[in-house]
Protein backbone atom coordinates (compact mmCIF):
# COMPACT_ATOMS: atom_id res chain seq x y z
CA UNK A 1 0.00 0.00 0.00
CA UNK A 2 1.42 3.67 -0.72
CA UNK A 3 -0.26 6.92 0.29
CA UNK A 4 -0.76 7.97 -2.99
CA UNK A 5 -3.17 4.81 -3.16
CA UNK A 6 -5.08 5.96 -0.18
CA UNK A 7 -5.12 9.97 -1.75
CA UNK A 8 -6.45 8.66 -5.44
CA UNK A 9 -9.53 6.85 -3.58
CA UNK A 10 -10.31 9.97 -1.53
CA UNK A 11 -10.20 12.03 -4.65
CA UNK A 12 -12.33 9.79 -6.65
CA UNK A 13 -14.73 9.51 -3.98
CA UNK A 14 -15.19 13.25 -4.28
CA UNK A 15 -15.58 13.35 -8.07
CA UNK A 16 -18.16 10.68 -7.50
CA UNK A 17 -19.62 12.87 -4.87
CA UNK A 18 -19.84 15.93 -6.85
CA UNK A 19 -21.09 13.84 -9.73
CA UNK A 20 -23.80 12.33 -7.93
CA UNK A 21 -27.22 12.94 -9.42
CA UNK A 22 -29.07 13.99 -7.06
CA UNK A 23 -26.24 15.52 -4.67
CA UNK A 24 -27.01 13.37 -1.66
CA UNK A 25 -27.65 15.27 1.37
CA UNK A 26 -24.82 13.87 3.20
CA UNK A 27 -22.73 15.27 0.50
CA UNK A 28 -20.32 17.92 2.89
CA UNK A 29 -19.80 15.49 5.88
CA UNK A 30 -18.53 12.25 3.26
CA UNK A 31 -16.06 14.91 1.71
CA UNK A 32 -15.12 16.03 5.64
CA UNK A 33 -14.76 12.37 6.50
CA UNK A 34 -12.76 11.24 3.34
CA UNK A 35 -10.29 14.42 3.80
CA UNK A 36 -10.46 13.07 8.18
CA UNK A 37 -10.03 9.41 7.13
CA UNK A 38 -6.91 10.52 4.82
CA UNK A 39 -5.35 12.81 7.28
CA UNK A 40 -4.58 9.09 9.20
CA UNK A 41 -1.91 8.28 7.24
CA UNK A 42 0.95 10.00 5.69
CA UNK A 43 -0.65 12.25 2.51
CA UNK A 44 -0.12 15.40 0.78
CA UNK A 45 -2.41 17.93 0.42
CA UNK A 46 -4.66 17.67 -1.77
CA UNK A 47 -7.99 19.26 -1.50
CA UNK A 48 -6.96 21.59 -4.75
CA UNK A 49 -6.93 18.17 -6.97
CA UNK A 50 -10.59 18.50 -6.66
CA UNK A 51 -11.09 22.49 -5.75
CA UNK A 52 -14.12 23.09 -8.18
CA UNK A 53 -16.08 19.98 -6.98
CA UNK A 54 -15.72 20.87 -3.15
CA UNK A 55 -16.29 24.70 -3.92
CA UNK A 56 -19.72 23.34 -5.71
CA UNK A 57 -20.25 21.16 -2.74
CA UNK A 58 -20.12 24.06 -0.11
CA UNK A 59 -16.99 22.86 1.66
CA UNK A 60 -13.81 24.48 0.01
CA UNK A 61 -14.20 28.16 0.62
CA UNK A 62 -11.50 29.95 -1.55
CA UNK A 63 -11.16 33.31 0.20
CA UNK A 64 -8.63 36.45 0.16
CA UNK A 65 -6.74 37.07 2.86
CA UNK A 66 -8.00 40.71 3.24
CA UNK A 67 -11.53 38.76 3.85
CA UNK A 68 -9.55 36.87 7.43
CA UNK A 69 -9.98 37.80 10.66
CA UNK A 70 -6.65 38.42 12.48
CA UNK A 71 -4.12 37.04 13.27
CA UNK A 72 -5.27 34.56 10.30
CA UNK A 73 -5.05 37.26 7.77
CA UNK A 74 -1.76 38.21 8.74
CA UNK A 75 -0.41 34.86 8.49
CA UNK A 76 -1.80 34.20 5.43
CA UNK A 77 -0.41 37.62 3.83
CA UNK A 78 2.77 36.57 5.54
CA UNK A 79 2.81 33.66 3.03
CA UNK A 80 2.18 35.42 -0.28
CA UNK A 81 5.46 34.81 -1.56
CA UNK A 82 5.59 31.33 -0.77
CA UNK A 83 2.17 29.47 0.22
CA UNK A 84 1.91 26.85 2.95
CA UNK A 85 -0.39 26.63 6.02
CA UNK A 86 -1.28 28.79 8.70
CA UNK A 87 -3.78 29.09 11.59
CA UNK A 88 -2.10 26.07 13.44
CA UNK A 89 -1.57 24.43 10.51
CA UNK A 90 -5.30 23.68 9.29
CA UNK A 91 -5.64 26.15 6.74
CA UNK A 92 -3.31 26.53 3.19
CA UNK A 93 -2.93 29.75 1.25
CA UNK A 94 -2.61 28.82 -1.75
CA UNK A 95 -0.25 31.44 -3.05
CA UNK A 96 -0.36 30.57 -6.88
CA UNK A 97 -4.45 31.95 -6.94
CA UNK A 98 -3.97 34.07 -4.02
CA UNK A 99 -6.72 32.38 -2.02
CA UNK A 100 -6.73 31.12 1.71
CA UNK A 101 -8.31 27.15 1.16
CA UNK A 102 -10.90 27.08 3.98
CA UNK A 103 -12.64 23.70 4.23
CA UNK A 104 -15.81 23.58 6.50
CA UNK A 105 -15.29 22.26 10.35
CA UNK A 106 -11.57 24.32 10.58
CA UNK A 107 -11.12 26.40 13.24
CA UNK A 108 -10.88 29.39 10.95
CA UNK A 109 -14.58 28.10 8.95
CA UNK A 110 -15.87 28.41 12.37
CA UNK A 111 -14.81 32.13 13.03
CA UNK A 112 -16.12 33.21 9.55
CA UNK A 113 -18.92 31.48 10.06
CA UNK A 114 -19.93 33.50 13.49
CA UNK A 115 -18.71 37.11 11.78
CA UNK A 116 -20.87 36.10 8.69
CA UNK A 117 -18.37 36.11 5.95
CA UNK A 118 -19.52 32.48 5.63
CA UNK A 119 -23.52 31.99 5.70
CA UNK A 120 -26.30 29.67 4.27
CA UNK A 121 -25.49 26.04 3.03
CA UNK A 122 -21.78 26.37 3.57
CA UNK A 123 -22.24 27.84 7.16
CA UNK A 124 -24.15 23.97 7.91
CA UNK A 125 -21.93 22.22 10.56
CA UNK A 126 -20.16 19.04 9.48
CA UNK A 127 -20.19 16.01 11.13
CA UNK A 128 -17.50 12.82 11.06
CA UNK A 129 -19.48 9.86 9.88
CA UNK A 130 -17.85 6.57 11.13
CA UNK A 131 -15.71 4.32 8.73
CA UNK A 132 -18.77 2.01 7.60
CA UNK A 133 -21.69 4.80 7.18
CA UNK A 134 -18.92 6.42 5.46
CA UNK A 135 -18.12 3.98 2.45
CA UNK A 136 -22.06 2.26 2.62
CA UNK A 137 -22.45 5.98 1.62
CA UNK A 138 -19.78 6.60 -0.57
CA UNK A 139 -19.44 3.36 -2.54
CA UNK A 140 -22.66 2.70 -4.47
CA UNK A 141 -21.67 6.97 -5.88
CA UNK A 142 -18.99 5.11 -7.20
CA UNK A 143 -21.36 3.97 -10.15
CA UNK A 144 -21.56 7.79 -11.43
CA UNK A 145 -17.71 8.21 -12.66
CA UNK A 146 -16.89 7.48 -15.86
CA UNK A 147 -16.02 3.69 -16.17
CA UNK A 148 -12.17 3.36 -16.41
CA UNK A 149 -11.54 5.94 -13.15
CA UNK A 150 -14.92 3.83 -11.54
CA UNK A 151 -13.02 0.76 -11.94
CA UNK A 152 -9.71 2.40 -9.91
CA UNK A 153 -11.77 3.91 -7.48
CA UNK A 154 -13.86 0.37 -6.43
CA UNK A 155 -10.12 -1.23 -6.96
CA UNK A 156 -9.12 0.88 -4.00
CA UNK A 157 -11.63 0.86 -1.85
CA UNK A 158 -11.99 -3.39 -2.38
CA UNK A 159 -8.04 -3.24 -1.48
CA UNK A 160 -7.53 -0.71 1.12
CA UNK A 161 -10.87 -0.83 2.72
CA UNK A 162 -9.63 -4.06 5.28
CA UNK A 163 -6.88 -0.92 6.42
CA UNK A 164 -9.06 1.51 7.08
CA UNK A 165 -10.84 -0.92 9.48
CA UNK A 166 -7.96 -2.06 11.34
CA UNK A 167 -7.68 1.42 12.53
CA UNK A 168 -10.53 2.81 12.62
CA UNK A 169 -13.10 -0.46 13.52
CA UNK A 170 -12.79 -0.93 17.72
CA UNK A 171 -15.61 -3.56 17.24
CA UNK A 172 -15.91 -7.26 15.16
CA UNK A 173 -19.36 -8.08 16.86
CA UNK A 174 -21.51 -10.02 14.32
CA UNK A 175 -23.69 -6.71 13.55
CA UNK A 176 -20.01 -5.25 12.18
CA UNK A 177 -19.18 -8.57 10.32
CA UNK A 178 -22.82 -8.15 8.56
CA UNK A 179 -22.01 -4.33 7.65
CA UNK A 180 -18.35 -5.64 6.57
CA UNK A 181 -19.18 -8.28 4.35
CA UNK A 182 -22.47 -6.25 2.93
CA UNK A 183 -19.96 -3.77 1.59
CA UNK A 184 -17.73 -6.73 0.53
CA UNK A 185 -20.26 -7.41 -1.98
CA UNK A 186 -20.69 -4.06 -3.15
CA UNK A 187 -17.27 -4.19 -4.07
CA UNK A 188 -16.24 -7.82 -5.09
CA UNK A 189 -15.94 -7.69 -9.00
CA UNK A 190 -13.53 -8.82 -11.22
CA UNK A 191 -12.78 -5.36 -11.43
CA UNK A 192 -11.72 -4.64 -8.22
CA UNK A 193 -9.41 -7.79 -7.85
CA UNK A 194 -7.08 -6.87 -10.51
CA UNK A 195 -6.13 -3.73 -7.73
CA UNK A 196 -5.15 -6.45 -4.67
CA UNK A 197 -1.85 -7.63 -4.31
CA UNK A 198 -0.43 -11.48 -5.28
CA UNK A 199 -1.09 -12.77 -1.48
CA UNK A 200 -3.19 -10.29 0.99
CA UNK A 201 -2.48 -10.32 4.54
CA UNK A 202 -5.13 -12.14 6.40
CA UNK A 203 -5.07 -11.25 9.83
CA UNK A 204 -8.29 -12.38 11.73
CA UNK A 205 -11.75 -13.63 10.45
CA UNK A 206 -13.06 -9.90 8.98
CA UNK A 207 -10.10 -10.11 7.17
CA UNK A 208 -10.46 -14.09 5.94
CA UNK A 209 -14.17 -13.27 4.78
CA UNK A 210 -13.72 -9.91 2.79
CA UNK A 211 -10.78 -11.87 0.71
CA UNK A 212 -12.85 -14.26 -0.09
CA UNK A 213 -14.11 -14.07 -2.95
CA UNK A 214 -10.83 -12.34 -4.30
CA UNK A 215 -8.97 -15.65 -3.77
CA UNK A 216 -11.42 -17.85 -4.99
CA UNK A 217 -11.41 -15.56 -8.44
CA UNK A 218 -7.64 -16.22 -8.27
CA UNK A 219 -7.64 -19.75 -8.04
CA UNK A 220 -10.31 -20.22 -10.82
CA UNK A 221 -7.31 -18.06 -13.07
CA UNK A 222 -9.01 -14.31 -12.74
CA UNK A 223 -12.10 -14.96 -14.36
CA UNK A 224 -15.65 -16.01 -13.15
CA UNK A 225 -17.12 -17.50 -16.00
CA UNK A 226 -16.47 -19.82 -19.19
CA UNK A 227 -17.01 -15.97 -21.57
CA UNK A 228 -14.45 -14.54 -19.15
CA UNK A 229 -12.50 -17.71 -19.22
CA UNK A 230 -12.64 -17.24 -23.32
CA UNK A 231 -11.76 -13.87 -23.25
CA UNK A 232 -8.43 -14.25 -21.09
CA UNK A 233 -7.15 -17.28 -23.04
CA UNK A 234 -7.43 -15.33 -26.23
CA UNK A 235 -5.48 -12.18 -24.62
CA UNK A 236 -2.84 -14.61 -23.39
CA UNK A 237 -2.34 -15.89 -26.73
CA UNK A 238 -1.65 -12.73 -27.80
CA UNK A 239 1.14 -12.32 -25.34
CA UNK A 240 2.40 -16.06 -26.14
CA UNK A 241 2.05 -17.06 -22.42
CA UNK A 242 0.92 -20.49 -23.60
CA UNK A 243 1.37 -21.79 -19.42
CA UNK A 244 -1.18 -19.79 -18.96
CA UNK A 245 -3.55 -20.06 -21.59
CA UNK A 246 -3.67 -23.72 -20.93
CA UNK A 247 -4.00 -23.74 -17.39
CA UNK A 248 -7.35 -21.51 -18.17
CA UNK A 249 -8.32 -24.16 -20.80
CA UNK A 250 -8.31 -27.26 -18.62
CA UNK A 251 -10.64 -24.95 -16.14
CA UNK A 252 -13.65 -25.35 -19.42
CA UNK A 253 -16.47 -27.66 -18.76
CA UNK A 254 -17.46 -28.51 -22.25
CA UNK A 255 -15.26 -31.00 -23.18
CA UNK A 256 -15.20 -29.95 -26.64
CA UNK A 257 -14.41 -26.59 -26.46
CA UNK A 258 -11.62 -27.65 -23.72
CA UNK A 259 -10.24 -30.08 -26.87
CA UNK A 260 -10.46 -26.74 -29.25
CA UNK A 261 -8.76 -24.51 -27.17
CA UNK A 262 -6.07 -26.63 -26.26
CA UNK A 263 -5.40 -27.66 -29.66
CA UNK A 264 -5.58 -23.93 -30.75
CA UNK A 265 -3.30 -22.76 -28.01
CA UNK A 266 -0.80 -25.99 -29.18
CA UNK A 267 -0.66 -24.57 -32.73
CA UNK A 268 -0.19 -21.09 -32.01
CA UNK A 269 3.09 -22.55 -29.63
CA UNK A 270 3.96 -24.20 -32.62
CA UNK A 271 3.45 -21.52 -35.28
CA UNK A 272 4.76 -18.24 -33.90
CA UNK A 273 8.68 -18.50 -34.02
CA UNK A 274 8.37 -19.79 -37.70
CA UNK A 275 5.98 -16.92 -38.49
CA UNK A 276 8.79 -15.12 -36.67
CA UNK A 277 11.17 -16.02 -39.36
CA UNK A 278 12.31 -18.72 -36.96
CA UNK A 279 12.07 -22.66 -36.74
CA UNK A 280 9.43 -24.78 -35.65
CA UNK A 281 10.16 -25.58 -32.09
CA UNK A 282 9.71 -29.63 -31.19
CA UNK A 283 6.66 -31.28 -30.44
CA UNK A 284 6.56 -31.00 -26.25
CA UNK A 285 3.94 -31.92 -23.85
CA UNK A 286 5.21 -29.36 -21.75
CA UNK A 287 2.20 -27.48 -19.67
CA UNK A 288 -0.25 -29.64 -21.08
CA UNK A 289 0.67 -28.79 -25.00
CA UNK A 290 -0.54 -31.36 -27.44
CA UNK A 291 2.35 -32.21 -30.24
CA UNK A 292 2.17 -31.12 -33.76
CA UNK A 293 0.02 -34.54 -34.76
CA UNK A 294 -2.04 -34.43 -31.81
CA UNK A 295 -2.96 -31.30 -32.53
CA UNK A 296 -4.08 -31.63 -36.39
CA UNK A 297 -6.11 -34.97 -34.70
CA UNK A 298 -7.65 -32.82 -32.33
CA UNK A 299 -8.63 -30.27 -34.83
CA UNK A 300 -10.14 -33.17 -37.35
CA UNK A 301 -12.06 -34.57 -34.67
CA UNK A 302 -14.09 -31.25 -34.10
CA UNK A 303 -15.36 -30.56 -37.58
CA UNK A 304 -18.90 -30.07 -37.74
CA UNK A 305 -19.34 -30.35 -33.96
CA UNK A 306 -18.67 -26.47 -33.09
CA UNK A 307 -21.38 -24.54 -34.33
CA UNK A 308 -20.23 -22.32 -36.57
CA UNK A 309 -16.35 -23.17 -36.31
CA UNK A 310 -16.02 -25.40 -39.05
CA UNK A 311 -14.21 -22.30 -41.12
CA UNK A 312 -11.83 -21.49 -38.35
CA UNK A 313 -11.17 -25.28 -37.99
CA UNK A 314 -10.67 -25.77 -41.37
CA UNK A 315 -8.10 -22.58 -41.32
CA UNK A 316 -6.09 -24.19 -38.18
CA UNK A 317 -5.99 -27.91 -40.01
CA UNK A 318 -4.28 -25.92 -43.10
CA UNK A 319 -1.61 -24.73 -40.63
CA UNK A 320 -1.06 -27.54 -38.94
CA UNK A 321 -0.24 -29.29 -42.30
CA UNK A 322 1.69 -26.18 -43.59
CA UNK A 323 4.25 -26.80 -40.64
CA UNK A 324 3.96 -30.77 -40.92
CA UNK A 325 6.61 -32.15 -42.95
CA UNK A 326 6.26 -29.44 -45.37
CA UNK A 327 2.97 -30.53 -46.64
CA UNK A 328 2.52 -27.39 -48.47
CA UNK A 329 -0.44 -29.12 -51.21
CA UNK A 330 -1.68 -30.83 -48.82
CA UNK A 331 -2.65 -27.58 -46.24
CA UNK A 332 -3.20 -25.37 -49.45
CA UNK A 333 -5.99 -27.76 -50.73
CA UNK A 334 -7.53 -27.83 -47.01
CA UNK A 335 -7.69 -24.49 -46.31
CA UNK A 336 -8.90 -23.53 -50.17
CA UNK A 337 -12.08 -26.15 -49.53
CA UNK A 338 -12.45 -23.89 -45.71
CA UNK A 339 -12.79 -20.73 -48.04
CA UNK A 340 -14.70 -22.31 -50.45
CA UNK A 341 -17.32 -23.74 -47.94
CA UNK A 342 -17.60 -20.15 -46.65
CA UNK A 343 -18.03 -18.48 -50.09
CA UNK A 344 -20.82 -20.37 -50.80
CA UNK A 345 -23.05 -19.57 -47.76
CA UNK A 346 -22.32 -16.28 -48.00
CA UNK A 347 -23.32 -16.33 -51.86
CA UNK A 348 -26.68 -18.60 -50.82
CA UNK A 349 -27.95 -14.91 -49.20
CA UNK A 350 -26.36 -13.08 -52.07
CA UNK A 351 -29.46 -12.12 -55.29
CA UNK A 352 -27.72 -8.90 -56.55
CA UNK A 353 -24.91 -10.58 -59.05
CA UNK A 354 -22.77 -7.26 -58.41
CA UNK A 355 -22.56 -8.43 -54.67
CA UNK A 356 -21.74 -12.19 -55.59
CA UNK A 357 -18.87 -10.58 -57.69
CA UNK A 358 -17.31 -9.08 -55.35
CA UNK A 359 -17.74 -11.39 -52.37
CA UNK A 360 -16.54 -13.87 -54.93
CA UNK A 361 -13.22 -11.85 -55.10
CA UNK A 362 -13.32 -10.53 -51.43
CA UNK A 363 -13.01 -14.50 -50.19
CA UNK A 364 -10.18 -15.28 -53.03
CA UNK A 365 -8.27 -12.50 -51.93
CA UNK A 366 -8.22 -13.21 -48.12
CA UNK A 367 -7.86 -16.86 -48.69
CA UNK A 368 -4.64 -16.22 -50.59
CA UNK A 369 -3.58 -13.94 -47.95
CA UNK A 370 -4.18 -16.24 -45.43
CA UNK A 371 -1.78 -18.52 -47.40
CA UNK A 372 0.89 -15.85 -47.83
CA UNK A 373 0.67 -15.43 -43.99
CA UNK A 374 1.39 -18.83 -42.76
CA UNK A 375 3.17 -20.45 -45.25
CA UNK A 376 6.41 -21.18 -44.32
CA UNK A 377 8.08 -22.15 -47.51
CA UNK A 378 11.02 -21.35 -49.79
CA UNK A 379 10.21 -18.17 -52.03
CA UNK A 380 9.76 -20.43 -55.35
CA UNK A 381 7.33 -23.02 -53.65
CA UNK A 382 5.53 -20.41 -51.82
CA UNK A 383 5.01 -18.10 -55.30
CA UNK A 384 4.18 -21.51 -56.99
CA UNK A 385 1.36 -21.92 -54.43
CA UNK A 386 0.48 -18.64 -54.83
CA UNK A 387 0.14 -18.73 -58.39
CA UNK A 388 -1.98 -22.03 -58.13
CA UNK A 389 -5.59 -22.08 -58.62
CA UNK A 390 -7.38 -22.84 -55.28
CA UNK A 391 -10.84 -25.23 -56.28
CA UNK A 392 -13.50 -23.24 -57.46
CA UNK A 393 -12.29 -19.90 -55.79
CA UNK A 394 -10.62 -16.79 -58.03
CA UNK A 395 -7.02 -16.62 -58.98
CA UNK A 396 -5.70 -13.30 -57.75
CA UNK A 397 -5.16 -11.81 -60.90
CA UNK A 398 -9.21 -12.72 -61.66
CA UNK A 399 -10.06 -11.61 -58.09
CA UNK A 400 -8.05 -8.33 -59.15
CA UNK A 401 -9.73 -7.94 -62.58
CA UNK A 402 -13.22 -8.56 -60.51
CA UNK A 403 -12.66 -5.37 -58.37
CA UNK A 404 -11.43 -3.00 -61.50
CA UNK A 405 -14.28 -4.18 -63.16
CA UNK A 406 -17.18 -3.71 -60.55
CA UNK A 407 -16.20 0.13 -60.41
CA UNK A 408 -18.79 2.29 -60.93
CA UNK A 409 -21.57 0.13 -61.11
CA UNK A 410 -21.67 0.59 -56.91
CA UNK A 411 -19.51 4.02 -56.60
CA UNK A 412 -19.67 3.98 -52.72
CA UNK A 413 -17.61 0.65 -52.94
CA UNK A 414 -15.25 2.44 -55.12
CA UNK A 415 -12.54 2.91 -52.76
CA UNK A 416 -12.86 -0.48 -51.50
CA UNK A 417 -12.51 -2.15 -54.80
CA UNK A 418 -9.15 0.04 -55.23
CA UNK A 419 -7.94 -0.80 -51.55
CA UNK A 420 -8.46 -4.50 -52.42
CA UNK A 421 -6.60 -4.27 -56.05
CA UNK A 422 -3.76 -2.72 -54.20
CA UNK A 423 -3.70 -6.04 -52.30
CA UNK A 424 -3.58 -8.18 -54.69
CA UNK A 425 -0.50 -6.24 -56.48
CA UNK A 426 1.32 -6.65 -53.07
CA UNK A 427 0.57 -10.24 -52.89
CA UNK A 428 1.83 -10.43 -56.48
CA UNK A 429 4.59 -9.12 -56.24
CA UNK A 430 4.29 -5.17 -57.98
CA UNK A 431 4.13 -2.45 -55.57
CA UNK A 432 4.49 0.25 -57.92
CA UNK A 433 1.16 -0.91 -59.14
CA UNK A 434 0.27 -1.27 -55.65
CA UNK A 435 1.08 2.04 -54.70
CA UNK A 436 -1.25 3.55 -57.97
CA UNK A 437 -4.10 1.76 -56.58
CA UNK A 438 -3.73 2.77 -53.12
CA UNK A 439 -3.43 6.48 -54.17
CA UNK A 440 -6.39 6.17 -56.10
CA UNK A 441 -8.47 5.11 -53.31
CA UNK A 442 -7.17 7.95 -51.53
CA UNK A 443 -8.32 10.29 -53.57
CA UNK A 444 -11.70 8.66 -53.21
CA UNK A 445 -11.88 8.08 -49.36
CA UNK A 446 -9.55 10.60 -47.88
CA UNK A 447 -10.60 10.29 -44.72
CA UNK A 448 -10.08 6.72 -44.36
CA UNK A 449 -6.92 5.98 -42.02
CA UNK A 450 -6.09 2.55 -43.23
CA UNK A 451 -5.00 3.96 -46.78
CA UNK A 452 -2.58 6.12 -45.56
CA UNK A 453 -0.94 3.88 -43.02
CA UNK A 454 -0.63 1.29 -45.77
CA UNK A 455 0.93 3.55 -48.15
CA UNK A 456 3.33 4.13 -45.21
CA UNK A 457 3.91 0.74 -44.50
CA UNK A 458 4.02 -0.55 -48.67
CA UNK A 459 7.75 -0.54 -49.26
CA UNK A 460 8.38 -2.72 -45.67
CA UNK A 461 5.64 -4.72 -47.18
CA UNK A 462 7.15 -5.67 -50.42
CA UNK A 463 10.87 -6.61 -49.38
CA UNK A 464 11.81 -9.56 -49.82
CA UNK A 465 8.58 -9.86 -52.28
CA UNK A 466 9.56 -11.05 -56.14
CA UNK A 467 7.01 -10.53 -58.97
CA UNK A 468 5.65 -13.48 -60.46
CA UNK A 469 7.28 -12.62 -63.83
CA UNK A 470 10.62 -13.82 -62.20
CA UNK A 471 11.49 -17.95 -62.54
Not at 163 to 168: A, E, G, K, P, T
Request: glycine share 6%.
Amino acid sequence: MSMHEIESLVEYSVLAVAAADPVPKEARDIVHSLYLLQDQFDCGYTLLRTQQELEKLNYLFMLPPENLPEPERGEAMALRGEGGFFGKSSTYYYQKAGRACVTAGSPLWEKLCQNGTITGEGARPVHELPLLELAHLTVPLLRFLDQEIRMQAQGLWYTLFPVFSLIMLDEEDDETLKQVLALRDLLATPEAFSFCEESPDIEDEMDAEWFAPYLEWRQSGGVVNDQERREKIMQLLGQQDFRAACALADGLLDDQERLYFRAVISLKYYQSPVLAGGKRPPDTDAFGLLSLPETREALASLIGKLTGQDWGLGLSLACCDFLLDGDYEKAFGVMARAFEKELYKVLETKTDERDRQFFSALYALTFYQAVDLNLPAQKDEKRRLMKARAGTLLSLPEAKEAFLGLRGKKPESDWSCLYNCAICCILMGDGAEARTYFEQAAQLNPNNPAIPMALDQLDQTMQGRSPWEED
